[in-house]
């Protein structure tokens, strides 16, 4: 009778807690989403005005600007900007024919990947230390100078190429943004390659790729959400943002993934279910308690009756049949019994 008792409350439990996590994953989940969607955001609109501005400077360039018009025009994108290391436009051969601030002109670049990619079309290349510009533009940087670049062609209205235009972004802004701390820390973003190596992350994760299920899902370009077990063994509610970026900028490939520890991200389930074990074990005595009195209500008029007939059919009844009442069943059978009781007198008395 106990275990039966208890049966409702060993299955309710679990049922409980399940949706209790389940609830709780979702909510977590969306504000995991949330962050990571806000700052693809808040770095594609970055991109997007960086992107524009080449854009513009290209197109000055295309219209025949003179050198020092163009001069002018780099050096003052670049000093009220800080995120730009360096502007310049290279010609068809490679050449630097002017570049902010004088740097590398004169210098060839012909075999740097954005010229050979930007001869051709619209490039955006991934972060990479810088090789030219370190000792003109951070000779004393205790780190390397980190740049992303980006390139476009650059011809007259007749189609006859001028040149090259490329701009190298320093990537250190980039990393300050994700360095940003979100829900007291408990949030981590990483930015991942193409190949799915980290670019911006954790410390101890940056520079590696992540063997996880979640880095491939992105890889592929799938969005995905739920828990995996990381490289140093603990449980993240993890989400995957799989395309950073926006507008006509060339894709880097890149995309996003927020995780959260699980021990944080469902805390609400743990405190549910300490809240609601009390709930269901004084749920689970007061069943026991109930069920004990009702076996009681119910064995005890027919223990009594159990008794009576016993005697009766001994023949050594001494006191009349319990007069019983509880309930329909007890009744019916304390009448049978009394009636049984007189007829087994009367015979006896004719006798």
């Known amino acids: 009778m106990m275990v039966i008792a208890l049966l409702p409350s060993v299955i309710v439990l679990p049922m409980l807690a399940n949706l209790s996590r389940s609830i709780t994953q979702r909510q977590a989940t969306a504000t995991l989403q949330t962050t990571a969607e806000a700052v693809s955001a808040q770095l594609s609109r970055g991109l997007l005005d960086q992107w524009n501005e080449v854009k513009r400077l290209a197109e000055f360039a295309a219209q025949g600007d003179s050198r020092e018009t163009m001069r002018l025009r780099l050096d003052t994108v670049v000093a009220t ?12 051969a490679g050449t630097v024919l002017v570049a902010s601030g004088g740097v590398l002109d004169g210098v060839s670049v012909s075999e740097r990947p954005w010229f050979k990619a930007g001869l051709t079309g619209a490039f955006a290349g991934d972060v990479h230390d810088a090789l030219l510009l370190q000792k003109f533009v951070a000779p004393n940087a205790k780190e390397p100078l980190r740049l992303i670049d980006f390139a476009l062609p650059v011809k007259r209205a007749d189609g006859v190429p001028i040149g090259v235009l490329g701009a190298h972004v320093r990537w250190e802004a980039v990393r300050e943004m994700f360095r940003v701390p979100r829900a007291g820390g408990s949030i981590e973003l990483l930015l991942l390659s193409a190949e799915g190596t980290v670019l911006v992350g954790p410390p101890p994760l940056e520079g590696k790729k992540l063997p996880v299920s979640f880095a491939l899902a992105a890889g592929q370009g799938i969005g995905r959400s739920g828990v995996e077990t990381w490289p140093d063994g603990r449980t993240y509610l993890t989400s995957v943002l799989p395309e950073v970026g926006s507008g006509d900028i060339p894709s880097f490939g890149w995309s996003l993934v927020a995780r959260q520890p699980t021990e944080v991200a469902l805390v609400d389930t743990y405190a549910a279910a300490s809240r609601m074990l009390p709930i269901i074990a004084l749920s689970g005595v007061l069943i026991i308690a109930v069920s004990v009195g009702f076996a009681w209500w119910v064995a005890r008029p027919l223990s009594r009756l159990a008794t009576a007939a016993d005697q009766l059919s001994q ?37």
């Open 81 to 92: 900007d800080q995120q730009y290391a360096w502007l310049g436009l290279a010609n068809p």
């Open 315 to 351: 023949g050594t009844t001494e006191a009349p049949v319990p007069h019983e009442r509880s309930y329909r069943e007890v009744a019916i059978l304390s009448d049978a019994l009394a009636r049984l009781d007189t007829r087994t007198s009367g015979t006896a008395g004719k006798r």
